[in-house]
C-alpha cells in the first residue's frame, strides 16, 4: 500500500487564528536620509538637433532600512535594522541627435549612459558584513564594509602555492576552502541605450536597444539543469571517466611537512553526476552557478500609422492610430552565460533580489497590435 503525506494548511480545520512574522520589528528604527550633491551641463546645437545633457552625482544614504538575517533560534528569521551608511557616485550622460529632418521624413536618435559606483562605508555597530539574501544553497549577497553594496560570496576551492586545484585523494572531488570566494558584485560596471524613431508621412517606426555590461548573478537553473543532465557542461569529457585538469593531491607526513603529488584519482561513471551536484562537489561547483550579468537587447520595436483624418472623422474622433509592437523580441549573451535572461528574478523587489533567480520562469516575449483613438 502506498504511503501519502497529508497536508495541513491555516486556518486549520477552518478556524481562524492569527501567526507571527518572520521579520523582528524594530522600535528603535530611525528614518533614512539621503543627501546629495550634483553637477551637470546641457549643450545644444544646430537649431536644437544635437543636444546633450551630461551629469556628475554624489550622493551619501545613512541609515538605509532593510531585513538582516538572524539566527533562527531567536524565533525570526531577520530584523528590520538602519543599514549603515552608502555612497552612490557616478555620471549621467543624454544625447538626442537628428541627423535628418526634411519635409515628409524625420530620423530622431537618443542615446543615453550611467555609471555607478557605490562602496559601503558603515555597517551597524559591531558587524563587518551583512547577509542580505541567503536563499541560494551556500551562495550569499552580502555588504562588507569598504566593497561595493552587493557582493557575492560562496564556496570556493583550495589550491596549492602553485596554483594547482587540492582534490580528495579518495574521491578526486576539489577540497573546499577554510572561506568563501569572492565572485564579484551585482552592480553593473555601466548601461546605456540607444533609440531610434523614423518618421515618414503618416507612419513612425521606432526600435530600441538597451545594453548592460558587468555584474554577476546566481542561477538556480543552472544548477537544475545540472542536477538533471541538461546543462552543456555535463557533457564534459563525453560523460567518461575523468581526472580533473591542474589538480593535487596535499600529503602531510609523520613530521608535518606538507608537499603536492600529482592527483590520480579518477573520477568514475558512477560518479560522474556527482561532479555536477553542491551536495557532493561543494568546492568546485559554484563557479558554474554565478554567472556574467551582461546582456544586450532590442527592447522594443513599433510600427505605427496614423489614420488620415478623413476616417477619423468618421466616429468623430480626431485621430487614430493603429501600431504594431514587439517587446524583448532579441537578446544577447556572453558565453559564460548560455543559460538564462540575467533580468530574471524571484527574490523580490529590493536589493536582496539582486542575488539573482531560483528557478524562474524565462523573460515573456510580447507581440501585440493596438488602436489609439483621440476624441
Known amino acids: 500500500m502506498p504511503i501519502t503525506f497529508g497536508q495541513l494548511s ?7 487564528g492569527y501567526t507571527l512574522q518572520n521579520t523582528l520589528g524594530n522600535q528603535r528604527l530611525q528614518p533614512e536620509i539621503s543627501t546629495e550633491s550634483e553637477i551637470g551641463a546641457e549643450f545644444k546645437f544646430l537649431d536644437d538637433r544635437i543636444s546633450v545633457d551630461i551629469a556628475y552625482y554624489n550622493k551619501l544614504s545613512e541609515g538605509q532600512i532593510i531585513n538582516v538575517p538572524i539566527t533562527p ?9 538602519n543599514f549603515g551608511k552608502i555612497r552612490n557616485r557616478g555620471i549621467e550622460l543624454s544625447t538626442q541627435i537628428t541627423p535628418v529632418r526634411i519635409k515628409n521624413f524625420t530620423w530622431d536618435i537618443s542615446y543615453n549612459y550611467t555609471r555607478n559606483r557605490n562602496s559601503v562605508l558603515e555597517l551597524p555597530s559591531g558587524l563587518d558584513k551583512v547577509t542580505l539574501n541567503q536563499n541560494a544553497y551556500d551562495a550569499k549577497l552580502e555588504a562588507r564594509l569598504n566593497q561595493p553594496l552587493g557582493v557575492i560570496y560562496a564556496p570556493v576551492s583550495r589550491y596549492d602555492p602553485q596554483g594547482r586545484v587540492i582534490v580528495d585523494a579518495n574521491t578526486g572531488f576539489p577540497v573546499a576552502a577554510a572561506e568563501d570566494g569572492y565572485f564579484g558584485t551585482s552592480q553593473r560596471d555601466f548601461t546605456m541605450g540607444l533609440s531610434n524613431n523614423i518618421t515618414y508621412k503618416n507612419f513612425r517606426l521606432g526600435f530600441s536597444f538597451d545594453y548592460r555590461q558587468g555584474g554577476v548573478f546566481y542561477s538556480s537553473t543552472s544548477e537544475l539543469l545540472m542536477f538533471t543532465g541538461n546543462h552543456y557542461l555535463t557533457t564534459y569529457n563525453n560523460r567518461k571517466p575523468f581526472v580533473i585538469p591542474n589538480s593535487v593531491n596535499e600529503v602531510t607526513d609523520n613530521t608535518g611537512k606538507v608537499t603536492y603529488e600529482e ?9 560522474y553526476d556527482d561532479y555536477w551536484y553542491a551536495n557532493s ?3 568546485g561547483i559554484y563557479q558554474y ?4 550579468k551582461t546582456f544586450l537587447k532590442l527592447r522594443d520595436v513599433t510600427l505605427s500609422y496614423n489614420l488620415p483624418a478623413t476616417i477619423a472623422r468618421k466616429i468623430t474622433a480626431e485621430r487614430a492610430t493603429i501600431t504594431v509592437f ?3 523580441l532579441w537578446t544577447w549573451l556572453p558565453v559564460d552565460n548560455q543559460i538564462i535572461d540575467p533580468e ?3 527574490f523580490g523587489r529590493d536589493i536582496a533580489s539582486e542575488l539573482g533567480e531560483f528557478r524562474v520562469g524565462p523573460m515573456p516575449r510580447s507581440i501585440g497590435i493596438s488602436l489609439r483613438v483621440g476624441f
Request: proline share 5%; aromatic share 6%; charged share 15%.
Open 281 to 283: 562537489n561543494r568546492a
Open 344 to 346: 530574471t528574478s524571484n
Open 289 to 292: 552557478r554565478i554567472l556574467d
Open 326 to 328: 514587439g517587446r524583448n
Open 73 to 81: 533560534s531567536t524565533g525570526s528569521s531577520s530584523v528590520t535594522l
Open 10 to 16: 491555516f486556518p486549520f480545520n477552518g478556524v481562524p
Open 263 to 271: 592527483n590520480s584519482t579518477v573520477i568514475d561513471e558512477s560518479h
